[in-house]
């Protein structure tokens, strides 16, 4: 039976980020001397009230997870988290409906960027800042970062840990999971502060710098001027805005065993490494031919727009220098693919993850084989790691639960009358926590606010799904979940 006490004590505890979260703003919102200082009282107020009622209902829960109840805290977390984060959207008017806000707000913790806005100048500095913040805390897990500073909050933190990760394979730093947390959210904010510092040496002001940094290394998207950063027309915010899109979608474990314990050799030789390096790498020379082919790009401009496109892309951010929606149809099909594939397990980055595609490929070269060789004995392996067979099954159970959600919202779109080609490139950016999207109607620069409010629901709903890698949401649904034991 769900320990409902346990659930209501932890979530309580929980809502304390992101009512820190919220006074940040408020502190911001007073500096700036601009109105919305009320909407996030509103909102502050609205999540201390919830935080003591759950704490109240829950005051002599244990604090021990079992896997079910680690599942279902997780789902929980992130739709309160942004019931209670709408509220200044619709308090301050930036967005008029919960609808609206609902989705701004689930795009900005699952670090998707689709935004419903059309005009983001016109929003307060604070809003802004609420709305990247949403992201760089999303960027690693709100519970992740919650056993960083209090490691002591759940017993049972792997489980939640696993059900909150991205990727099907985990590597820990340290025995304990709080020191793991600890060492990876400290490269997380070394890798902004430096991206922060750099944006602004390059012409940034200390608000758009900071701003940028943490959508950047959050793999967010999230912009604060229309433009986003095709706004500064600066390459060397360009090639800085690569080079921490990249690193952000580099598995932060392995960041760490490279710089911290000197390993670069397994930088070097990590199989998942190498496939991500080697689509972007032939993504973007396949893209600047095209560029430079059919739209008469100049050389260099040709591969930093093709460059940043394709790394904002496989790394699932979503910010852009260039309108990619007006290039050849030839460059959306190889978007497509980064976009499924999206970055490195253990990264802030979304999609399928490219150490499942190296696992899929591993897979279809030993049927190959076993064509001729059927008594061959060919385990799939990772790293030089075999990979079990359990692993290979929840592979294949993930790949098709993946393909047919995006393909049920794909059929949902098309009979609200969304074209095609945004169905599923929708789809696909949702299931990927990508934002952009590709199509006529609604281009990789434009906001969704034309989408029905069902449809913004439904997208809510897939964003959700795959920041928690489809399953921890899906087994929710399931008879066997609520069954009691």
């Not at 806005?117 to 307060?124: G, S, Y």
């Amino acid at each position: 039976m769900i320990n409902w006490r346990l659930l209501s004590k932890i979530l309580g505890q929980l809502l304390g980020i992101e009512a820190v979260m919220l006074i940040v703003c408020i502190i911001m919102s007073l500096s700036y001397h601009e109105s919305d200082a009320v909407a996030f009282g509103w909102a502050l107020g609205a999540t201390l009230l919830t935080a003591l009622i759950l704490l109240w209902y829950g005051r002599d829960a244990s604090t021990f997870l079992n896997r079910r109840e680690a599942y279902l805290i997780v789902s929980l977390s992130w739709v309160v988290f942004s019931f209670l984060g709408s509220i200044p959207f619709m308090a301050s008017g930036s967005l008029t409906t919960l609808t609206d806000a609902y989705f701004e707000t689930m795009s900005g913790f699952t670090t998707t960027g689709a935004s419903l806005i059309d005009d983001v100048e016109r929003l307060p500095h604070a809003i802004l800042f609420w709305r990247s913040l949403t992201q760089w805390i999303g960027g690693l897990g709100i519970v992740f970062f919650t056993i960083a500073i209090i490691p002591s909050l759940v017993e049972g933190g792997v489980r939640v840990f696993s059900a909150e990760a991205t990727g099907p394979m985990r590597t820990k730093l340290h025995p304990r999971l709080s020191t793991t947390a600890k060492w990876i959210w400290g490269i997380y904010i070394f890798i902004t502060v430096v991206c922060a510092i750099l944006f602004w040496i390059e012409g940034m002001d200390a608000f758009d710098s900071v701003n940028y940094a943490m959508t950047v290394t959050a793999t967010g998207g999230f912009a604060t001027h229309n433009s986003s950063t095709g706004y500064f027309h600066n390459p060397y915010i360009d090639y800085t805005a690569i080079a921490f899109m990249f690193l952000s979608g580099v598995s932060f474990t392995l960041l760490y065993l490279t710089v911290f314990k000197g390993r670069v050799r397994q930088l070097i030789k990590n199989s998942e490494l190498r496939l991500f390096v080697f689509l972007v790498v032939s993504a973007t020379a396949f893209i600047m031919v095209v560029l430079m082919h059919s739209c008469h790009y100049r050389a260099e401009d040709a591969l930093r727009s093709s460059l940043f496109q394709v790394v904002s892309f496989a790394t699932t951010t979503g910010v852009f220098n260039d309108d990619a929606g007006q290039w050849p149809h030839i460059t959306w099909v190889v978007l497509s693919v980064l976009m499924f594939f999206g970055g490195c397990s253990g990264s802030t980055a979304g999609g399928f993850k490219c150490v499942r595609g190296v696992m899929v490929l591993g897979v279809i070269r030993n049927e190959l084989r076993r064509v001729l060789h059927p008594r061959a004995v060919l385990p799939v392996r990772v790293n030089k790691q075999p990979v079990p067979y359990s692993t290979q099954a929840t592979l294949l159970g993930y790949f098709a639960l993946y393909l047919l959600l995006c393909l049920v919202t794909y059929f949902i779109m098309i009979i609200t009358g969304v074209d095609s080609t945004n169905s599923i490139t929708i789809a696909l950016s949702c299931a990927s926590n990508v934002g952009p999207t590709l199509g006529l109607e609604i281009g990789p620069t434009m906001s969704w606010a034309m989408l029905p409010s069902m449809v913004k629901w439904l997208l809510s709903l897939l964003m959700l799904m795959g920041r928690l890698e489809i399953v921890s949401v899906v087994v929710l649904f399931t008879r066997s979940f609520w069954r009691d034991r």
